[in-house]
């Protein structure tokens, strides 16, 4: 079993940046592919980012392509997102998941085992 533990979440006014935390535990964490959701009220779950088990690919969705970076610490066991130039539709509860003993996962949220509780992300205009 994975655990997955976010933090970092919070509100910002647009054109701020947080930082999100994914800490993982229960598995080898460079055995784990991870990626970041988000859901906004009324909407269904999508994907924002992906990286690869040890960190060597990533993937973005293409309306944070510029403004986000996914990284993961494998000595720390923690997946981070680097949300820059945040904008108001940026605005929802962002999930962290993990892929077991898969090197890549990608866009898809059914290719993901385990996910955290989420975080609240917030941008006023």
């Known amino acids: 079993q994975v655990q997955l533990v976010e933090s970092g979440g919070g509100l910002v006014q647009a054109g701020g940046s947080l930082r999100l935390s994914c800490a993982a535990s229960?598995?080898?964490?460079?055995?784990?592919?991870m990626g970041w959701f988000r859901q906004a009220p009324g909407k269904e779950r999508e994907f924002v980012a992906a990286?690869?088990?040890?960190?060597?690919?990533?993937y973005y969705t293409d309306s944070v392509k510029g403004r986000f970076t996914i990284s993961r610490d494998l000595a720390k066991n923690t997946v981070y997102l680097q949300m820059n130039s945040l904008k108001p539709e940026d605005t929802a509860v962002y999930y962290c998941?993990?892929?077991?003993?898969?090197?890549?996962?990608?866009?898809?949220?059914?290719?993901?085992?385990?996910w955290g509780q989420g975080t609240q992300v917030t941008v006023s205009s």
């Open positions: 990286i690869s088990g040890r960190g060597g690919r990533t």
């Open positions: 229960g598995r080898t964490f460079s055995n784990l592919a």
């Open positions: 998941a993990a892929a077991n003993s898969r090197w890549w996962a990608g866009e898809r949220a059914d290719e993901y085992d385990y």
